[in-house]
């Protein structure tokens, strides 16, 4: 997983409530068996119509934000499905940080695990962020994690917070399973608990 | 951890039971009792474990069966057209055998969507921790079993440890109290639940529903109301386990025997929540106001009952009134108008909301004796070969096929559309699966969720119809 430390890019508005991981990426794209290569179909039905074609309305194919790291989202983004395809296709497309009133959980805990910063901040600061985001790529926003502070293109700072064991994870882009390995005597006790507590199991 | 003599509630408890180590900040190791695994969420984590040189940790406890993709007709054991959805079903069946986890493959009669899968086979017991790479996880809540759902890395992390990185969430509880009047079920409960609260409204929370409607409830309804929590925003759903419980776990094929029996159901029974335990949020509702219902929008929230109207977007606040708009644009409807004056084209009964045996009881009751109204196309899908087979024996099969209903084997089919069962633009249909999202059963198809009865009903009128017009004789 690559490390977050501090990015400057352009920031998207993408107002609408309720953006699903239906919505992220549509269910045709989730057949792959890899990672890496969903970014072109990031949004697929918001952003080509059946034929294929771009959608000139829609945010990312604006010639400001086609190129946009940061999206700055409708409350409860993320909701719906599991699939950790979302976070990859953000990911594919260049997207590591997204900004909303509240995320859906399983979205922001998918986030975490591939390098993408989601930040909650109250609703007024949103809409600051949001109006920022509307000037396109005039307005670079700035996410510093080590600081936890938003900078806006005109140097207005928030301050964000986010749980500390996430941090440390993505500041230095560390592996989860391999932290959880070196505590595998911790989890061997247990299961030998169990085997006598709850055999059934 | 909850210090020792405060009450806890059900979360609580199984929480607790499940912690092999707490951190300073409250980040948990929590072991995982059960793994199910299908072939959408899980090849980036097999693939993860071979570049790592990594291996399952513990196959026993892991439960492996394809259902997204797999296509619902027959021959499909031997081919399955689709290219990519192939390949996927494929590299289950590898990872699965080379990993030795238990398996039902395509051709097993046991097959089925993971989550009827999961309780039918007893994996699912109370108690326990139950995840999946899927958000439906939470139906395994109605058995007092702390499930949710989780993402391909997660897969990949219980796969190798058997254990998850997890903050406690807070609780929730709903309480219906009360007695369901005639004509109203489980999925109405639900989706009701989901109106009131929101989409976000259980964002960070895990929900206990509770109250006297939820005790009368079967497992399979159970199951139903517990599966839409994550629609609720609450990853899991929770019902405190009790007779009803204990009578549908015995005798199944992975239920403890004999003396582990009575050990387990000494234990289960401590499974409740105490007097007096702390819930950070409380939503109660009567019984006796809920109604079948339907949704009328693009989010699991946007519902109302069947006698209502659609509404105007205006009458929302905030950011909802461009979404209400938004919604009413794609499902191409006025606000004022009747619901039950919206006709449909096509009707889905299945998925893991409602694909169990009392669902197609439910729906073949509407049915008996009436046909699908024509021009409608209208299939079932059993959640399981087991629960396909015991319809099929109780004479259910043929009610649904003299009515005029495809028959189909089991999967997720078109509660997602992955495989060939999918809605055309402009397609509109009464729907018992649990998301109404654009696109989410084809691209520009209009779902309409609701419970199996009022599907029924909807394939008999051609229209979203109050069931309890055609079953006044028997309400």
Redo the contacts between chains.
């Keep these: 997983m690559d490390k977050f430390t501090q990015l400057t890019g352009v920031a998207a508005p993408m107002?609408?409530?309720?953006i699903?991981t239906?919505?992220i990426i549509?269910?045709?794209f989730?057949?792959?068996?890899?990672?890496s290569g969903l970014g072109k179909n990031l949004f697929d039905?918001l952003r080509y119509d059946?034929q294929g074609n771009e959608n000139p309305d829609f945010v990312l194919n604006q010639p400001a934000y086609r190129n946009a790291e940061i999206i700055i989202a409708?409350?409860?983004f993320g909701?719906?499905?599991?699939?950790?395809h979302a976070?990859w296709a953000l990911l594919d497309f260049g997207v590591r940080c997204v900004i909303s009133t509240?995320?859906?959980?399983?979205f922001f805990?998918?986030c975490f695990?591939?390098g993408i910063l989601p930040i909650v901040m109250p609703q007024e600061v949103v809409d600051v962020l949001m109006e920022d985001a509307t000037r396109g790529a005039n307005a670079r926003i700035t996410v510093d994690l080590e600081r936890e502070v938003v900078t806006t293109s005109d140097g207005k700072e928030f301050t964000f917070s986010i749980?500390?064991?996430r941090r440390h994870c993505l500041l230095n882009g560390l592996d989860?399973?391999g932290?959880?390995?070196e505590?595998?005597p911790?989890?061997q006790?247990?299961?030998a608990k169990?085997a006598t507590a709850?055999?059934?199991? | 951890m909850t210090a020792p003599h405060t009450p806890r509630t059900l979360y609580d408890k199984i929480w607790d039971d499940h912690v092999?180590?707490q951190?300073a900040?409250g980040?948990c190791?929590l072991?995982i009792?059960r793994h199910l695994v299908h072939e959408?969420?899980s090849?980036?984590a097999f693939?993860g474990l071979r570049m790592?040189g990594?291996k399952v940790?513990a196959p026993d406890?892991t439960i492996a069966v394809p259902d997204?993709?797999v296509p619902t007709t027959t021959g499909r054991e031997t081919h399955i057209e689709?290219e990519?959805?192939r390949?996927?079903v494929a590299?289950l069946d590898t990872n699965a055998r080379a990993s030795g986890v238990h398996y039902y493959p395509i051709d097993d009669i046991r097959q089925g969507i993971v989550h009827i899968v999961g309780p039918e086979q007893g994996w699912t017991?109370p108690?326990?921790t139950v995840v999946c790479?899927?958000?439906h996880t939470a139906t395994h809540g109605a058995f007092g079993a702390l499930a949710?759902?989780?993402?391909?890395?997660?897969v990949?992390?219980v796969l190798?440890?058997?254990?998850l990185?997890q903050?406690k969430?807070k609780n929730m509880k709903v309480e219906i109290t009360g007695s369901l009047p005639p004509g109203v079920t489980a999925k109405d409960i639900t989706l009701t639940v989901i109106g009131l609260t929101g989409?976000?409204g259980g964002?960070?929370h895990v929900i206990e529903y509770c109250g006297q409607a939820i005790r009368e409830l079967s497992m399979e309804g159970r199951m139903t109301v517990c599966n839409m929590a994550?629609?609720g925003?609450a990853?899991a759903g929770l019902v405190a386990p009790d007779e009803t419980t204990f009578a549908y776990c015995k005798g199944r094929p992975n239920?403890?025997k004999g003396e582990?029996?009575d050990?387990?159901v000494a234990?289960w029974k401590t499974l409740f929540s105490d007097e007096g335990a702390h819930y950070d949020k409380v939503v109660t509702i009567r019984a006796e106001d809920i109604a079948p219902v339907v949704t009328w929008g693009t989010?699991p929230?946007d519902v109302l009952p069947i006698t209502g109207v659609v509404p105007e977007p205006a009458s929302f606040a905030?950011?909802?009134v461009?979404?209400a708009q938004?919604s009413l644009d794609y499902m191409g409807l006025t606000a004022g108008t009747k619901l039950d004056e919206i006709a449909i084209n096509t009707v889905f009964i299945g998925s893991c909301t409602n694909g169990r045996i009392e669902d197609l009881r439910a729906a073949a009751e509407v049915l008996r004796g009436r046909k699908v109204k024509d021009g409608i196309r209208a299939m079932v899908v059993p959640g399981s070969g087991l629960v396909r087979a015991q319809a099929e024996a109780e004479g259910i099969a043929q009610v649904f096929l003299d009515a005029g209903f495809e028959w189909r084997l089991a999967g997720c089919s078109m509660c997602?559309?992955?495989n060939d069962d999918q809605l055309s633009?402009g397609d509109r249909c009464a729907a018992t699966s649990n998301?109404n999202?654009?696109?989410?059963q084809g691209?520009?198809g209009r779902t309409h969720l609701m419970s199996p009865a009022m599907a029924a009903a909807a394939a008999v009128t051609g229209r979203l119809t109050d069931v309890r017009e055609l079953v006044r004789e028997a309400v």
Excluded at chain 1, 79 to 84: P, Q
Excluded at chain 1, 198 to 201: E, L
Excluded at chain 2, 437 to 440: A, D, L, P, Q, T
Aim: with cysteine; net charge negative; charged share 25%.
């Design positions: 107002p609408l409530v309720n699903d239906d919505m549509p269910k045709q989730l057949k792959t068996i890899q990672r039905e059946a409708g409350d409860n909701c719906g499905s599991s699939r950790e976070p509240s995320f859906a959980d399983i805990n998918n695990k591939n749980d500390p064991f989860d399973i932290l959880t390995m505590k595998a911790a989890i006790g247990f299961e169990m709850r055999p059934w199991i | 092999i180590q951190d900040d980040t190791l072991y009792d959408v969420t090849p980036q693939e790592t990594r940790h406890k997204h993709n689709n990519e959805g390949i996927q590299a017991l108690g326990m790479g899927d958000s949710h759902g989780i993402g391909t890395s997660e990949e992390h190798a440890t058997q254990t990185i903050k969430s989409t976000a964002n960070g994550i629609e925003g990853r239920a403890p582990q029996w050990a387990a234990y989010s929230e905030g950011g909802k461009a979404a938004r997602l559309g992955m633009p998301r999202f654009e696109g989410r691209r520009g």
